[in-house]
């Protein structure tokens, strides 16, 4: 379980071959010349400020706007950044070793000046991942999948609450425009998934990953569908029961703690909000054939899935950055050619309709990282330190850059059994 204790734990310079920690003033060189200075280009200019030397001294790298201000407090810095990719990144800046006043906007701009070198590595991972794949046949075991998620999930549901809206929602919303509230964003979000699912009274719907039973509550009270859903988090098991509980629908609600290979039956309807970024590549066409397994020949399915472009799938898939370092462990980004080819190797299922909804992934992650700053206090009541609230303030910024930069997006993905009715005019939502 993350918490206040672990990130204590992170040392500076742990995950550094020795040549980075010995050399400091050489990865500032390499820094300065090559990435920041050569790289950035007109893409912009950082704004570095040294405030380990007396008196400090201010450097601008790169040309034109937008113009980021990042004040290195340690020279070390410099080799965490160089040195050790993302997660050099993350570890360095919980550890206060550099500061910004605008953490997505610096983001956006590392981003930028890595975008070749991020293309050059897409290539040759396009073209040697075979290779890749033929060496790490394994994938995680169903207990390491359960492990990961505790360590996500299972880290507080009171911190949690102060995050998130009344929904609970933690995934992308969808907003109407520029007045729309969180809360409305996420239950239009819900019932955009409904209407897509076609349900109705008649209907039982699966719902894999539960989440804190945001969806579960809406699809059984609006639309009146039995729903049984299943999360392998205890957590959010011991909340989506207390709130279904509240909203008194325990009649229609069922909450299961089974992985989803464990899953028996048939039902009318199935979704999946932003799990799937919980499942190994290398399972994608167990998770799906399950999928169609339980599904009725009539069934409908919608998964909704955080995605990273087709081009760097294969490059992303092997790499352990600093999401899977420190936030989640074993995550992967699905694209959206890799979810479809495995639906065509191991399913009936036809895709119907695909809506990308990332941009509204901006305004959803703008919302909760503001709500962890306004909630500092109560945060910091609840045991989680200075370190953590570091961290979540740059996972939730350099997520916010990534989906500006669209190297990530969000996508609602509509797929049906060969006997569902698809009407001529039939828009899914």
């Given amino acids: 379980m993350l918490s206040a204790e672990p990130t204590n734990t992170i040392a500076p310079d742990s995950f550094l071959p020795v040549h980075a920690v010995r050399f400091p003033r050489a990865a500032r060189w390499v820094f300065h010349r090559l990435v920041a200075a050569r790289h950035l280009g007109d ?54 070793q550099w500061s910004t006043s605008d953490i997505t906007q610096l983001v956006r701009l590392l981003f930028r000046a890595t975008q070749r ?26 207990k390491q999948d359960r492990e990961n998620i505790h360590a996500h999930y299972d880290l507080s549901n009171e911190f949690f609450s102060l995050m998130l809206d009344e929904t609970m929602a933690y995934s992308c919303a969808v907003f109407a425009d520029e ?51 299943t999360t392998i988090s205890e957590n959010q098991r011991d909340g989506a029961v207390a709130a279904i509980r509240a909203a008194g629908l325990d009649d229609r609600v069922t909450v299961l703690t089974e992985h989803y290979a464990e899953l028996t039956g048939s039902y009318d309807a199935l979704v999946s909000v932003e799990m799937i970024e919980a499942v190994d590549w290398r399972r994608y066409d167990e998770f799906f054939s399950t999928c169609s397994r339980l599904l009725h020949d009539n069934g409908r399915m919608v998964i909704q899935a955080i995605t990273i472009a087709d081009q760097s799938f294969d490059r992303a898939k092997m790499q352990e950055d600093f999401i899977r370092d420190l936030i989640f462990p074993g995550g992967c980004l699905p694209s959206v050619t890799a979810m479809l080819d495995s639906v065509t190797r191991s399913t009936d299922l036809k895709p119907i309709d695909l809506e990308d909804i990332g941009l509204h992934y901006v305004r959803t992650l703008s919302a909760w990282r503001d709500a962890v700053h306004d909630q500092a206090g109560a945060v910091a009541a609840l045991g989680f330190d200075d370190r953590f609230v570091r961290l979540w303030d740059l996972y939730l910024g350099y997520c916010e850059a990534a989906f500006l930069e669209r190297h990530v997006s969000d996508v609602q993905l509509v797929l049906h059994k060969p006997r569902a009715v698809t009407t001529v005019g039939y828009r899914p939502a």
């Avoid at 790298?61 to 020279?75: A, K, N, Q, S």
């Avoid at 070198?117 to 033929?134: C, E, K, P, T, V």
């Avoid at 239950?187 to 009274?201: A, N």
Wanted: with cysteine; proline share 4%; glycine share 12%.
């Fill in 117 to 142: 070198n991020r293309r050059r590595w897409d290539r040759i991972a396009r073209r040697y991942g075979w290779l890749f794949s033929l060496v790490h046949r394994a994938s995680p075991s169903r």
């Fill in 179 to 229: 007045s729309t509230s969180l809360h409305d964003a996420q239950v239009e979000k819900f019932d955009r998934l409904c209407r897509k699912l076609r349900l109705g009274p008649d209907d039982h719907v699966l719902e894999i990953g539960t989440g804190w039973g945001g969806f579960a509550i809406h699809a059984a009270r609006t639309y009146g569908a039995r729903v049984t859903t």
């Fill in 43 to 96: 893409n912009g200019t950082l704004q570095v400020v040294e405030a380990f030397v007396e008196p400090p001294r201010a450097i601008n790298l790169g040309r034109g706007e937008p113009r980021v201000g990042m004040t290195v407090h340690d020279r070390s810095a410099y080799s965490a950044l160089v040195f050790g990719g993302s997660k050099g990144l993350g570890r360095s800046f919980v550890n206060g």
